[in-house]
């Protein structure tokens, strides 16, 4: 790869030079004004004359001694370099004038160098940068990642049937595939990430402050592109590798490892795979979406009929004795609405439809409060470790709703676990940043509470995990019951304005980690 030093000097090469008259004494030499060297060879006539008269002993005879002529020589000599130095200013000034004209020039021209040597940096099909700008902006960015301790991930794709497309359709079938791609990659990335042009149909994207499990979210954004030429659809294929940057790699070493993941990736199609585990996901989410907004519009009209059954079934107790036969019938009926408003609200909780008093709360004073109540109903089998961090900030939220929380989450823990184990609920604040939002849709950055709940328990697969919060799903064993529970959580932490996330694996256990938004400073702990 050619250094950028080199290619400014192949620049500055190419640009033209305005000459510049040349200056100094040098320049002009012996080319005195006329009244000038009149005067001077005037001058030295007569001292001349005046200096051989001394000599020789004649004198003038309007000088009545030699001592006069001497003393007139002298003067005219004085009167001579007096002339001399005059010029010699008038040089020096003009020197001074055409060297300031000389920097102002030279300071337009290095300007104009820069300015050219910027757009030679943009590729000028994509508007992405080209490859003389890597090395140098890539040997910065390890840099910077030593010095921070941040995560950096190199990105590599590679056009398929580029060639093909051009051949068969032309320049201009290549040049539509390129734009279409390079946009695409545009909107796909972050503002902080850095996409270059390495070749023909090669692309390098550098990831600053990035996770490796974001990569398969980006290329998922951009599988499926077609590119249209002439009202025919062009479709856009790609390989690509990845890669983490570990502590001590240089710069060719990070890029020729990038390029070896990518040669894997064309005889494997791991990436492939990858995008299709990351648009499982996505669609996941979205079906959770859709799942609970269908939710919530049959809760809202079922909690009103049962309103109608609540009324009557009270009207109907009014008006009955105590000592009815009938009246133990409709207090069953009177007792089943009640259970079905209950299961209302947790399908409006977790459809987010349910308006809830929230008021400003310390997550550490709930989970204390509640730490008797669960060691009681997990039972001695199960050893309860509850881990606060001081300083926490505050939320702002439901009570009884954080409390349904912790109650289902620890709930949901034991019945993973088949006889004895342990449950850790840890609070402490965390920030979430770009990078992770980006790998966790539905994540927004920001200062939050962590409310994290983990087991030993015996894990969730991969379809576990992708069903977890759906209502009434039966990922527990045969014979345990399957309902809202975990549902109500995923509906009161979107409500809350939060974001729940599940981390398990079959025989390792689970860890729930809710992150609660951090309330504002100047409202008052309830």
């Given at each position: 790869?050619p ?9 500055s ?12 004494p040098?320049?002009?030499r ?31 005879s309007?000088?009545?001694s ?6 007139l020589?002298?003067?005219?000599l ?7 130095v005059?010029y010699q ?5 003009r020197?001074?004038?055409?060297l ?36 140098q ?6 840099a910077?990642?030593q010095r ?9 794709i590679?056009?398929?049937?580029f060639?093909k ?18 946009e ?15 070749g ?11 996770a ?8 998922s954004?951009m ?5 249209e030429l ?13 890669i ?5 790699m240089k710069?060719?070493?990070?890029i ?7 040669l ?11 995008i ?12 959770v979406?859709?799942?609970?907004r ?38 069953h ?45 997990l039972?001695?089998?199960i050893?309860?470790?509850v881990?606060t961090?001081?300083?926490l ?6 009570r009884?709703?954080l ?17 004895s184990g ?28 962590l ?9 969730f ?11 009434f799903y039966?990922?527990?064993?045969k014979?345990?019951k ?15 304005g939060g ?19 951090r ?5 008052a702990?309830?």
């Amino acid at each position: 790869m050619p250094e950028t030093v080199d290619q400014n000097a192949q620049i500055s090469a190419q640009m033209p030079v305005p000459e510049v008259p040349p200056s100094g004494p040098g320049a002009r030499r012996g080319a005195l004004p006329g009244w000038l060297s009149a005067a001077i060879a005037i001058l030295s006539s007569a001292i001349l004359i005046l200096l051989a008269s001394s000599i020789f002993g004649h004198t003038w005879s309007w000088f009545s001694s030699p001592a006069q002529e001497g003393m007139l020589a002298f003067a005219l000599l004085i009167l001579l370099f007096a002339c001399y130095v005059y010029y010699q200013q008038k040089i020096i000034v003009r020197i001074s004038g055409r060297l300031d004209e000389e920097k102002a020039e030279r300071t337009r021209l290095e300007s104009e160098v820069q300015t050219f040597h910027q757009m030679t940096l943009l590729d000028p099909l994509t508007g992405l940068y080209n490859r003389y700008f890597l090395e140098q902006h890539l040997t910065a960015e390890l840099a910077r990642c030593q010095r921070h301790g941040y995560p950096l991930n190199l990105l590599k794709i590679d056009l398929n049937d580029f060639r093909k497309v051009n051949s068969y359709y032309g320049p201009a079938g290549g040049d539509a595939v390129l734009k279409t791609f390079a946009e695409c990659l545009r909107r796909s990335l972050r503002n902080a990430d850095l996409s270059v042009r390495t070749g023909s149909d090669e692309f390098l994207v550098v990831l600053p402050e990035s996770a490796i499990e974001r990569v398969p979210h980006i290329l998922s954004r951009m599988s499926g592109m077609e590119a249209e030429l002439n009202g025919e659809r062009i479709p856009i294929s790609f390989a690509a590798g990845w890669i983490s940057y570990q502590s001590g790699m240089k710069t060719q070493d990070l890029i020729d490892a990038v390029d070896r993941e990518l040669l894997e990736d064309k005889q494997s199609h791991r990436s492939a795979d990858a995008i299709r585990q990351a648009q499982s996901e996505s669609r996941q989410n979205q079906a959770v979406e859709a799942l609970g907004r269908l939710a919530g519009r049959v809760a809202h009209d079922f909690n009103n009929l049962l309103g109608l059954v609540k009324g009557y079934s009270e009207l109907v107790l009014d008006s009955l004795g105590k000592d009815d036969p009938v009246r133990q019938h409709i207090l069953h009926i009177h007792d089943a609405n009640e259970r079905a408003s209950s299961l209302t609200r947790q399908l409006l909780a977790f459809s987010r439809g349910q308006e809830t008093k929230r008021e400003v709360i310390d997550l550490n004073s709930v989970v204390n409060n509640m730490e008797p109540l669960l060691r009681r109903l997990l039972g001695e089998q199960i050893e309860v470790v509850v881990a606060t961090s001081d300083d926490l900030y505050s939320i702002q939220s439901n009570r009884g709703q954080l409390e349904q929380i912790i109650l289902d989450l620890a709930v949901n823990a034991r019945e993973s676990m088949t006889q004895s184990g342990r449950i850790t609920i840890e609070t402490r604040n965390v920030e979430l940043d770009e990078a992770f939002t980006h790998w966790h849709p539905g994540a927004k950055p920001g200062e939050y509470v962590l409310l994290a709940v983990m087991d030993t328990g015996t894990g969730f697969d991969a379809e576990a995990r992708a069903h977890i919060f759906e209502p009434f799903y039966a990922s527990k064993e045969k014979g345990k019951k399957a309902g809202l529970g975990l549902a109500s959580v995923y509906g009161i932490v979107k409500q809350s304005g939060g974001y729940i996330w599940l981390d398990s694996e079959p025989g390792m256990g689970s860890r729930f980690a809710v992150y609660l938004p951090r309330a504002e400073k100047s409202v008052a702990v309830a």
